[in-house]
């Protein structure tokens, strides 16, 4: 079964930048496509951007990440990175990712199969 394992949140000033990693810690993720999803306290999970798999090329995020954040994958890493910048309060939430194997060549934040467990991300003075 894929593995899903997330890295790299922590607690940053606003404005500030961190890089998440998502790692598929048995099988290759060349074949899935990625989301990142995020669930604040009280909130529910919404998505924040996907990337399909290596031969598809695309890419989409949420209207309140456009122009921050960039997503990305390395496959002979087997990793999917999410490039946060100039973050702010209201992007404080736990970050999860997720894979999808199937229609994997396009890009959307429906139908994923495989999660991981999650890093908080904290922007806070």
């Known amino acids: 079964q894929l593995q899903l394992v997330e890295s790299g949140g922590g607690l940053v000033q606003p404005g500030g930048s961190l890089r998440l990693s998502c790692a598929g810690s048995?099988?290759?993720?060349?074949?899935?496509?990625i989301g990142w999803f995020r669930q604040a306290p009280g909130k529910e999970r919404e998505g924040v951007s996907c990337?399909?798999?290596?031969?598809?090329?695309?890419?989409n995020y949420a209207d309140s990440v456009k122009g921050r954040f960039t997503i990305s994958r390395d496959n002979a890493k087997k990793t999917v990175y999410l490039q946060m910048n100039s973050l702010k309060p209201e992007d404080t939430a736990v970050y999860s990712c997720?894979?999808?194997?199937?229609?994997?060549?396009?890009?959307?934040?429906?139908?994923?199969?495989?999660w991981g467990q999650g890093t908080q991300v904290t922007v806070s003075s």
């Open positions: 997720a894979a999808r194997l199937r229609d994997a060549s396009s890009c959307n934040l429906e139908g994923y199969d495989y």
């Open positions: 048995r099988f290759t993720l060349d074949y899935y496509a």
């Open positions: 990337i399909s798999s290596s031969g598809g090329g695309s890419t």
